[in-house]
């Protein structure tokens, strides 16, 4: 049997964010090192967390990759996003949820396109907390590091970070891998910066249930497993719930008959818990990425919605055209991504760089309501973000 997942420390979700090739992923595989070592958590190599290759095999669409992890005061899922689209997709629809970032950033390179951009969505998507890590410290002579720290803090300052007062922690993920008790030393404090300066996020465990799907699996003999990030709310075995979105359900109201997080059993999951949950009678093709598993009567699905959007720039990778009324992009909502209709009313257009007000009309119902947020995409990148104001019936 496998043992229970046992709540004994508060759960937050972090990330890992920064431009490609700049150390995220080493890193990542560092800190989970370095805590092995310590007795609190299991090493995962780069390569595991580079290819997740057992998800690879079932033939699903990686774009994210969680680990988890304790300090002595908290336990982290800690998700590290293999390219820019994937970074883009995953922060901005919400999916990864983060209550707070690593930014890393390479000491020998600096501030890149993608550093900059991360940061942008970060605070777009509501991330309020970020660590930076200066990374390759190994490798760069502390003169040059010292200006890229200050560099750093002026574009966090930027976006409203308040660059003077986040920690900056010189690592190498590289040579913490390797087993230097030196750059250990450096990943711990950076955790400790974690510890101390992202504070427990509020979790809205007393609102109805509700999770997005972000994957769908089976497990031979067991039935069919969704996973997500619980939003709001607690589940637990025995619970009734729905999933909204399908249409292969003839009634989609359904028992949860499992409770997972990476792998153990829970007792109760709750809203920031990473969860798998198996859903009793549905079958594997009746539910996907995208869908709502919910309290039933908690949420009403609807396709027309007033939000106000935020139109990136070109500079921020959106586009350098204005768009207009009669504009069909995706809308990422969640972990749906939907196509929609944009009206933008009297003002017929919104240029890059502007805050506009408009009315959507999406392809299908999905559950809405004031104050979700979403992003517009088109052919592959981020053009907007926004929140729904209000869902017209
Ligand atoms: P990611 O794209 O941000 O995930 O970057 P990776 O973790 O894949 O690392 C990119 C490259 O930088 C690899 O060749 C790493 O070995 C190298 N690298 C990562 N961290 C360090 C470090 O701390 N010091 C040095 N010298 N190289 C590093
Ligand atoms: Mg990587």
Known sequence: ??????????????????????????????????????????????????????????GITINIA????????????????????DYVKNMVTGAAQLDGAILVVSALDG??????????????????HIVVALN?????????????????????????????SVPVVRVSGLRALEGDPRWAAAVEALLDAVDTYVPMPERYVDAPFLLS??????????????????????????????????????????????????????EEAQAGDNVALLLRGVPRDAVRRGHVVAEPGSVRPARRFTAQVYVLSAKEGGRSTPLSTGYRPQFYL??????????????GVARPGETVTMTVELGRDVPLEAGLGFAIREGGRTVGAGTVSAVLM
Not at 147 to 161: C, F, I, M, Q, T
Not at 223 to 247: C, F, I
Request: aromatic content about 4%.
């Open 1 to 58: 049997p496998k043992t229970a997942y046992v709540r004994t420390k508060p759960h937050l979700n972090i990330g890992t964010m920064g431009h490609v090739d700049h150390g995220k992923t080493t890193l990542t595989a560092a800190i989970t090192k370095v805590l092995a070592e310590r007795g609190s958590g299991t090493f995962v190599p780069f390569d595991r967390i580079d290819k997740a290759p057992e998800e690879a095999q079932r």
């Open 66 to 85: 969680h680990v988890e992890y304790e300090t002595d005061t908290r336990h982290y899922a800690h998700v590290d996003m293999p390219g820019h689209a």
């Open 111 to 128: 501030i890149m396109p993608q550093t900059a951009e991360h940061v942008l969505l970060a605070r777009q998507v509501g991330v309020d």
């Open 136 to 164: 390759k410290a190994d490798a760069g002579d502390d003169e040059l590091t010292d200006l890229v720290e200050l560099e750093v803090r002026e574009l966090l300052s930027a976006h409203g970070y308040g660059g003077d």
């Open 213 to 266: 799907v972000e994957n769908v699996l089976t497990i031979s003999g067991r039935g069919t497993v969704v996973t997500g990030a619980v939003e709001r709310g607690r589940v637990r075995v025995g619970d009734r719930v729905r999933v909204y979105g399908t249409e292969a359900l003839k009634d989609a109201e359904t028992v949860v008959t499992g409770v997972e997080t990476f792998g153990k059993p829970m």
């Open 334 to 347: 969640r972990t749906a991504d939907v196509v929609g209709d944009v009206d933008l009313g009297e003002a």
